[in-house]
């Protein structure tokens, strides 16, 4: 007889055991080189101290520099305070023994951005959202 099983909405416990879990089997497969999440976050404030630009990243257990959210307010966009940002994390990364960067965007974001910081496409999502492209990009730090 099949056990009856039950599928519901995830918890903060649960996520903790889903990440416990997925970390534990990761790292029986491969050795960690840094012990834990090593959280990059940075923002830029104006001189009247309001923010106009944010990135959230990490290291991650391998040493790779995860980038999640690379932000800069409208107003400051193509002034190089992108690059600034970023190139402030990945020397952070660096100095912290990150050996690679890793993120993605979309071709309505940031695409053009990253291949002028020297980012390389390692593949793509055709027509996600419809119409548009997934982009997932790399970088040798």
């Known amino acids: 007889m099949t056990p009856q099983l039950i599928i519901e909405p995830c918890t903060k416990e649960n996520a903790a055991t889903i990440i416990s879990g997925i970390n ?52 400051y966009r193509k002034t190089g305070i992108g ?28 695409e053009g951005f990253y291949l002028k910081n020297g980012y390389k496409v390692i593949g793509e999502v055709q027509n996600f959202p419809p119409g548009h492209r997934r982009i997932y990009l790399s970088k040798k730090l």
């Open 83 to 110: 690059s600034l940002i970023l190139k402030h994390t990945e020397d952070a990364a660096r100095e912290k023994g990150a050996t690679v960067a890793m993120l993605d965007t979309f071709d309505f974001q940031a």
């Open 24 to 75: 534990s089997y990761n790292l029986s497969q491969i050795p960690a080189i840094a012990n834990t999440w090593t959280p990059l976050d940075f923002v830029i404030k104006n001189e009247s101290g309001i923010e106009i630009a944010g990135i959230l990243s990490g290291i991650g257990y391998w040493n790779g520099l995860d980038i999640k959210v690379l932000w800069v307010a409208e107003a």
